[in-house]
């Protein structure tokens, strides 16, 4: 972990790229933050320090299944869900795509 009164060191992206290993050695003295044209990329971290970040965190839940789980979670917050849900009528008059602008154009 870094000391507090460290400034966290910042690489080009050439710079780490060509210095990768002492980058990752680097990385057990603190963070190291990646830019390029003035814009901070990503962070190399130490492991133990990644770990003691995400400790305790679930990991992201995917797939088809976990959607549908927060989808019921969504209905029972608004009380039961859509039943008896009528959307407002939308009128739509649909174009005819064949029909010449009224612009003039030939």
Same mark, same amino acid.
């Not at 460290?6 to 830019?35: C, F, M, N, W, Y």
């Not at 003035?38 to 130490?46: E, H, N, Q």
């Not at 990991?59 to 849900?85: S, T």
């Not at 939308?90 to 795509?97: E, I, K, Q």
């Given at each position: 972990?870094?000391?507090?009164?460290?400034?966290?060191?910042?690489?080009?992206?050439?710079?780490?790229?060509?210095?990768?290993?002492?980058?990752?050695?680097?990385?057990?003295?603190?963070?190291?933050?990646?830019?390029?044209?003035?814009?901070?990329?990503?962070?190399?971290?130490?492991?133990?320090?990644?770990?003691? *970040?995400?400790?305790?965190?679930?990991?992201?839940?995917?797939?088809?299944?976990?959607?549908?789980?927060?989808?019921?979670? *969504?209905?029972?917050?608004?009380?039961?869900?859509?039943?008896?849900?009528?959307?407002?009528? *939308?009128?739509?008059?649909?174009?005819?795509?064949?029909?010449?602008?009224?612009?003039?154009?030939?």
């Amino acid at each position: 972990m870094p000391v507090p009164s460290q400034k966290t060191r910042r690489l080009g992206v050439a710079e780490a790229k060509s210095k990768l290993s002492e980058v990752l050695r680097d990385a057990a003295q603190g963070p190291l933050v990646i830019h390029s044209r003035g814009k901070d990329l990503a962070v190399v971290l130490a492991i133990e320090d990644y770990e003691r *970040l995400t400790a305790g965190q679930q990991p992201a839940r995917a797939g088809g299944a976990a959607f549908l789980q927060r989808v019921e979670a *969504l209905k029972l917050r608004h009380d039961g869900g859509g039943e008896g849900f009528e959307p407002a009528r *939308l009128d739509l008059v649909p174009a005819d795509p064949f029909a010449r602008s009224k612009t003039g154009r030939r």
